[in-house]
């Protein structure tokens, strides 16, 4: 039966979401003539015959559907404001319906197939916000003359250009405009991340400077395992000729460094094998860049199913996870280490075909996923999932074959550097090396270096803003009125390519440029890496002098990293310190602002707590037993000492944990009635997604206790477990809550529930923030049977875009069935306030 909201005499909002439906309803039709929202979202409508009766019409939500054509009646809706039509499969729009819709303010066509948008679409004045993304347009011409439009979405286009007259100073009324992910060439994708007024500023920089010039810059990433030749590979092809690199001389964190060709500028980064490392490479793993993941095929084997998981899935899975459209180059090194080229060859032909087995069955996983939603009684409840692996499929992650490669011999080098170069040009393997840039641009990338080369920038490359803005003015003249305005956009720009580093959102370090990336790349080396524990051991007497600290204090930090997982800070400013040796050390104001001091933080523990590496070590004060629910300024509480620092100054590194003792020992056993959901991802979950989770949730939760795979929060008087586990091969996060015991006072029961649940679900949505920064990855969410070895559960349906009030909606029913026959109350589900049972 249809739910019809009714305002007045008339009947105003008719709700027909999620009805199946083929075709209109006739009560609809023939009763809903003073209609003014009608919600036909997640249905099966291919067409709308008879929707331009409703001509007193505000609101109409097709969104969902199986429209394949645009209905041209709606031209008839008059009245229109607000239309949603994503996610259908919308090819193309006929010309003379938009002049019609005066009123239009919001259209919504994400997620369809259109190839080109109607002329006359502009004609739509009222129109102020428009979503085209997901699509596959190439041209945004019909847009210019929207004389209201504020919010522009067409990201995931084929769009190659903007039309500049859709940004002109004076004339522009956008506030908003997403477009990455296509292949921009003008402005490039870099400079449209930065928003409208970035595009404004570049636009304005074409028309000043209209000696353009066409930039190759290529991103190139050099990933594989540690001792697989990366380093060797990289500094071969950026001299042009052999280099050996001495096992003492390996990566450790990244390297970064340049080679210029004729036609293209690579930025080559190098980045460490060894596990410890892969904590901050999510920091610098961007799209659009080339990945070349070296292989040692010396020690490659065939037989073996672990050495092909080592050395190439492992890296490919971890770039489909983050930059799932990537470009990646497979090289085999250390051949002059095998027996002959028969061995190579063997070796080759193994690999490729794996790899092609690997991106096969991740295709295959992805649409049996798809199907086994589409089985579901309503598929229409898990639409936001099925778009989800909709887009995960359209992803073309390009591994190119295999190359062999001797290091030891220049044809070689000179070979693969002709390879590369090839695939560059290709436009169909890499069409967004090209960026169309003002001359401004490249001005102010030269003075940069010139001022380097100069030494009027300190070795170190940090430089406050202000300084470096004056330094570069002296040496490129802008011929606009703001000047420092035009040059934020400019070093944006610079940072999102990787020339220079500027963290702007930091507001402790907004006011400090990073001119050599490499630098800071070195301060975080200093504590993320393999052998902390050896470098603590190793501080001198007269190091732990400086900071006032006795050698019996050095144990006790080797002893706390071990076992707790923290480094002192008073540890880490030696590190760091020592790290930048003879290089800062006369500048004593800017050693102790990178640093940091007793009293205050420095840049480096700034960087580790901005990327979730690290977070400040808290104690919490006894709990008030009296205060069964944290309320922030509740008297009850001793607010004062509910969080403060560990009187020595320490970071939980929940990477250097070892065990889960702490844990267990504050949670007990689990039991199998507790609240309990378990959040899958395909394909896996991302290395260090577990420890970056960790470090968002006690920084939300003050206490808690923190193990190798688990965490406990406290929120008043519950706890909440969280912890990774793997069953059958499947990885996810387990989350509980202790079931809320029994009580008479029903209020109080669902007052409990409630607060158990959204303890879960504060869990889960931070869990869905983060899942985010991988693009390519997907998750599903499981409530298991609560009855003890019952293999079956409940599948949650879409919640992510679920307000608070509507989490408790999810499911009316009052008790449910799982496959098995087992019966249970909703509550011991899914979020939901019980209900007295009589």
């Not at 409703?54 to 109409?60: K, P, R």
């Not at 589409?374 to 591994?399: A, G, H, V």
């Not at 896996?684 to 406990?712: A, D, N």
Request: glycine share 4%; charged share 25%.
């Amino acid at each position: 039966m249809f739910t019809i909201h009714n305002t007045g005499n008339n009947k105003k909002e008719w709700d027909l979401s999620g009805r199946k439906l083929k075709s209109l309803p006739q009560s609809l039709l023939t009763q809903g003539e003073g209609a003014r929202r009608v919600d036909l979202q997640r249905n099966k409508l291919k067409r709308v015959n008879g929707i331009s009766r409703l001509v007193q019409l505000t609101e109409l939500n097709l969104s969902r559907n199986e429209m394949v054509e645009f209905p041209q009646e709606i031209r008839n809706l008059c009245n229109l404001e607000r239309l949603y039509m994503s996610q259908n499969n919308i090819r193309s729009i006929p010309e003379e319906v938009f002049p019609h819709l005066q009123r239009l303010q919001l259209l919504k066509l994400s997620t369809n197939l259109l190839a080109k948008l109607p002329s006359d679409l502009n004609q739509c004045t009222s129109l102020i916000s428009l979503n085209l993304s997901k699509n596959c347009l190439k041209d945004l011409q019909p847009l210019v003359g929207l004389p209201k439009l504020k919010e522009l979405l067409v990201e995931k286009n084929q769009l190659t250009e903007l039309p500049s007259q859709l940004f002109q100073t004076g004339r522009c009324e956008l506030t908003l405009c997403k477009a990455t992910r296509n292949p921009l060439k003008c402005p490039p994708e870099e400079v449209c991340a930065g928003g409208v007024m970035d595009i404004q500023s570049y636009f304005l920089q074409m028309e000043e400077n209209p000696n353009t010039s066409s930039a190759w810059t290529v991103k190139t990433m050099f990933l594989g395992s540690s001792m697989a030749g990366k380093s060797t590979l990289c500094r071969s092809l950026r001299e042009g000729r052999p280099v050996k690199v001495a096992e003492e001389d390996r990566t450790e964190g990244i390297e970064i460094s340049q080679l210029y060709t004729q036609e293209v500028r690579f930025l080559f980064w190098d980045f460490a094998g060894q596990e410890e490392y892969y904590l901050t490479h999510h920091v610098f793993i961007t799209p659009r860049a080339l990945v070349i993941i070296a292989i040692d095929l010396a020690s490659y084997s065939t037989v073996d199913p672990q050495s092909f998981k080592d050395q190439l899935w492992f890296w490919i899975n971890n770039v489909q996870l983050r930059v799932p459209d990537s470009v990646v180059l497979l090289v085999g090194t250390h051949c002059d280490q095998c027996q002959d080229e028969g061995e190579v060859m063997e070796k080759k032909k193994d690999i490729d075909e794996k790899v092609k087995n690997m991106l096969a069955n991740r295709k295959t996983v992805l649409k049996q996923q798809k199907k086994n939603l589409k089985e579901n009684k309503d598929p229409s409840l898990f639409s936001d999932q099925l778009n989800e692996l909709d887009c995960l499929l359209e992803y073309n992650l390009q591994i190119l074959d295999l190359i062999t490669i001797d290091c030891t011999r220049a044809e070689d080098i000179v070979n693969l550097r002709s390879h590369i170069l090839m695939y560059i040009r290709s436009e169909s393997t890499f069409p967004f090396a090209e960026s169309i840039l003002p001359r401004s641009y490249e001005d102010v990338e030269q003075a940069i270096h010139t001022l380097v080369a100069q030494e009027q920038i300190p070795q170190h490359g940090i430089v406050p803003f202000e300084e470096l803005s004056e330094l570069i003015l002296n040496l490129v003249k802008l011929s606009t009125e703001s000047l420092h305005s035009i040059l934020r956009f400019l070093l944006r720009y610079l940072h999102r390519i990787g020339i220079i580093v500027w963290y702007e959102d930091i507001d402790a370090l907004s006011d400090r440029v990073f001119v050599q990336p490499s630098f800071l790349i070195s301060l975080f080396k200093t504590i993320v890496r393999h052998d902390l524990v050896q470098q603590l051991e190793g501080i001198p007497r007269d190091l732990l002098m400086e900071e006032g600290a006795l050698v019996k204090q050095k144990f006790t930090w080797v002893d706390d990293l071990r076992s707790r997982g923290t480094l002192h800070n008073a540890a880490m400013r030696i590190l760091v310190r020592r790290e930048l040796g003879n290089l800062v050390l006369e500048d004593d104001d800017l050693v102790n602002e990178v640093v940091g001091t007793k009293r205050e933080e420095g840049i480096i523990l700034n960087l580790l707590q901005h990327f979730e590496v690290c977070l400040p070590a808290k104690v919490g004060s006894p709990l008030n037993p009296q205060a069964p629910e944290f309320i922030p300024g509740e008297k009850r509480w001793q607010s004062p000492s509910v969080i403060k620092r560990d009187p020595d100054g320490a970071c939980l590194f929940p990477s250097y944990l070892k065990d889960n003792l702490i844990v267990r020992h504050r949670w007990g056993e689990d039991k199998q009635d507790d609240l309990n959901v378990h959040v899958y991802f395909l394909p896996e979950i991302p290395h260090g997604f577990f420890h970056r989770l960790i470090i968002k949730m006690c920084s939300l939760y003050p206490t808690h206790w923190v193990g190798q795979e688990q965490c406990l929060l406290c929120c008043g008087n519950r706890l909440a477990l969280v912890k990774q586990r793997s069953k059958d091969g499947d990885p996810f996060i387990d989350i509980r809550c202790r079931r809320p015991e029994k009580d008479d006072e029903l209020f109080s029961l669902s007052s409990e529930f409630r607060q158990s649940w959204d303890l879960i679900l504060a869990v889960m949505s931070k869990l869905s923030v983060l899942s985010r920064q991988w693009t390519g990855l997907t998750q599903q969410v499981h409530t298991p049977c609560p009855e003890r070895d019952c293999p079956h559960y409940f599948t949650w349906r879409d919640w992510q875009e679920l307000n608070n009030t509507d989490f408790y909606d999810l499911v009316q029913e009052n008790k449910l069935v799982c496959q098995g026959g087992h019966t249970r109350r909703t509550e011991l589900i899914f979020p939901k306030v019980p209900t007295l049972s009589k």
